[in-house]
């Protein structure tokens, strides 16, 4: 059976199992065949007509609007997205941020954006909009009344967030913050990567556009580059007009390397935050750490709002080192043996990223200033499959090689 209505009442880590099957686009089969074609041939004109005037997914017309293997992905990631309508999917997650920002603004209108936001979501801001005539001005997703006032002050179009920051993992009140915006008329836009449609219902919670990175937790092997936008009816329409207009299309190989890795996102994700979460608290204890930010430890800032708004973690978070050294969380991942060095997350296996406080304006000024996290250096974790054990002997011997240095 496909996907039906039915589906609805199932637990989602059943649903990821399930979604996105449509026999009359793949045939009878568990995974959407890989689909390659540019072309698609009409048996007759008229046939040819019909298809150029309507503009569904589901309906043949040429390679750039997909075909069988990128519909049943898109479907999938509606199917689980609580309040969804359709999804848009990107050749990368920037290429998401983008599309989504561009479906959204114009010239003369103006984006807040959250001071925790990824970086090339800050670049977009500062460069590619602002060259556009689109002003931006960042604001602290932890105060609230400074919120409403810069809404207030700006009337922006739209306000993007990111929950929880991807560095400093500050974990925000979005359903408020995304009241006051929708009050002034604003377009709630959420990068919600780390937590995925299963741990966080981002429209449900107040959202209109939820985007993330399917090079992460959905692809899950580090072996693809993908991201997409869902939203309800509305801005589902402006999204997928806006990427046709900028010609963008997924490959059907990585759509289909995508949707094998949405079947087991679930057990993943699982997995993944409870070696986080036993990894966190076993840092929490080193002499060496100043402080664990992980949005899943009880204690850590914003885990009262994550045990609140939140149905899943990831493996991904971060720590500050005691040392005053700016280089201890370089020497740190050297010394790192199991742990890879690399940007991305959410693979199945673990990496470390030094983070320097100059590469971010706002990492660790808020949540962490208590610890001095600001001026010292910090550690980011993607925690993957491996046996949390195994991780934590790698990190006690790294640890203990600051001791000596
Ligand atoms: C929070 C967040 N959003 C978006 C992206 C961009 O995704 P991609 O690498 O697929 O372009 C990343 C990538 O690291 C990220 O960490």
């Given at each position: 059976?496909?996907?039906?209505?039915?589906?609805?009442?199932?637990?989602?880590?059943?649903?990821?199992?399930?979604?996105?099957?449509?026999?009359?686009?793949?045939?009878?089969?568990?995974?959407?065949?890989?689909?390659?074609?540019?072309?698609?041939?009409?048996?007759?004109?008229?046939?040819?007509?019909?298809?150029?005037?309507?503009?569904?997914?589901?309906?043949?017309?040429?390679?750039?609007?997909?075909?069988?293997?990128?519909?049943?992905?898109?479907?999938?990631?509606?199917?689980?997205e609580p309040g969804?309508?359709?999804?848009?999917?990107?050749?990368?997650?920037?290429?998401?941020?983008?599309?989504?920002?561009?479906?959204?603004?114009?010239?003369?209108?103006?984006?807040?954006?959250?001071?925790?936001?990824?970086?090339?979501?800050?670049?977009?801001?500062?460069?590619?909009?602002?060259?556009?005539?689109?002003?931006?001005?960042?604001?602290?997703?932890?105060?609230?009344?400074?919120?409403?006032?810069?809404?207030?002050?700006?009337?922006?179009?739209?306000?993007?967030f990111?929950n929880?920051?991807?560095?400093?993992?500050?974990?925000?009140?979005i359903?408020?913050?995304a009241?006051?915006?929708?009050?002034?008329?604003?377009?709630t836009?959420i990068?919600n990567?780390?937590a995925?449609a299963?741990?966080f219902p981002a429209l449900a919670h107040g959202c209109?556009i939820t985007m993330q990175?399917?090079?992460?937790?959905?692809?899950?092997?580090?072996?693809?580059?993908?991201?997409?936008?869902s939203?309800?009816?509305?801005?589902?329409?402006?999204?997928?007009?806006?990427?046709?207009?900028?010609?963008?299309?997924?490959?059907?190989?990585?759509?289909?390397?995508?949707?094998?890795?949405?079947?087991?996102?679930?057990?993943?994700?699982?997995?993944?935050?409870?070696?986080?979460?036993?990894?966190?608290?076993?840092?929490?204890?080193?002499?060496?750490?100043?402080?664990?930010?992980?949005?899943?430890?009880?204690?850590?800032?914003?885990?009262?709002?994550?045990?609140?708004?939140?149905?899943?973690?990831?493996?991904?978070?971060?720590?500050?080192?005691?040392?005053?050294?700016?280089?201890?969380?370089?020497?740190?991942?050297?010394?790192?043996?199991?742990?890879?060095?690399?940007?991305?997350?959410?693979?199945?296996?673990?990496?470390?990223?030094?983070?320097?406080?100059?590469?971010?304006?706002?990492?660790?000024?808020?949540?962490?200033?208590?610890?001095?996290?600001?001026?010292?250096?910090?550690?980011?974790?993607?925690?993957?499959?491996?046996?949390?054990?195994?991780?934590?002997?790698?990190?006690?011997?790294?640890?203990?090689?600051?001791?000596?240095?």
């Amino acid at each position: 059976m496909s996907g039906s209505s039915d589906d609805k009442n199932l637990r989602p880590g059943t649903r990821v199992t399930r979604a996105g099957r449509q026999a009359e686009w793949t045939g009878p089969v568990v995974n959407p065949p890989v689909w390659r074609a540019s072309t698609h041939l009409y048996e007759s004109e008229a046939q040819r007509k019909a298809a150029t005037g309507s503009n569904e997914d589901g309906e043949f017309f040429y390679g750039r609007r997909g075909a069988p293997t990128q519909w049943a992905l898109a479907k999938a990631l509606t199917e689980i997205e609580p309040g969804a309508f359709g999804t848009v999917l990107y050749p990368s997650g920037v290429a998401a941020i983008a599309g989504a920002l561009l479906a959204v603004l114009r010239p003369g209108d103006t984006l807040l954006m959250s001071d925790n936001s990824y970086d090339p979501s800050r670049s977009m801001a500062t460069g590619l909009l602002k060259r556009m005539g689109i002003a931006h001005a960042f604001f602290d997703p932890l105060d609230l009344p400074a919120f409403e006032k810069v809404v207030a002050q700006h009337s922006p179009r739209a306000v993007w967030f990111e929950n929880p920051g991807s560095l400093t993992m500050d974990v925000c009140d979005i359903p408020a913050l995304a009241r006051i915006a929708r009050q002034a008329g604003s377009v709630t836009l959420i990068d919600n990567t780390w937590a995925s449609a299963l741990g966080f219902p981002a429209l449900a919670h107040g959202c209109d556009i939820t985007m993330q990175s399917l090079s992460k937790h959905v692809g899950g092997h580090s072996d693809l580059m993908m991201g997409s936008a869902s939203a309800g009816e509305r801005w589902y329409k402006a999204l997928r007009l806006t990427s046709q207009q900028l010609g963008q299309v997924v490959s059907p190989d990585d759509a289909a390397l995508a949707a094998r890795g949405l079947r087991t996102m679930a057990v993943r994700l699982r997995q993944s935050t409870q070696s986080a979460l036993e990894i966190a608290e076993w840092l929490r204890e080193q002499p060496q750490v100043a402080q664990v930010m992980c949005p899943m430890l009880p204690g850590s800032q914003g885990h009262e709002l994550w045990k609140r708004d939140f149905t899943g973690g990831c493996g991904l978070f971060s720590f500050v080192l005691k040392s005053s050294d700016p280089d201890a969380s370089g020497k740190f991942v050297d010394a790192l043996e199991l742990f890879g060095i690399g940007y991305s997350w959410g693979g199945f296996e673990s990496l470390a990223l030094p983070i320097f406080p100059h590469q971010h304006r706002n990492v660790m000024a808020s949540p962490t200033a208590a610890s001095g996290g600001g001026t010292r250096p910090a550690v980011r974790l993607s925690i993957g499959l491996e046996e949390p054990g195994d991780l934590i002997a790698d990190l006690k011997r790294a640890l203990s090689q600051l001791d000596n240095s």
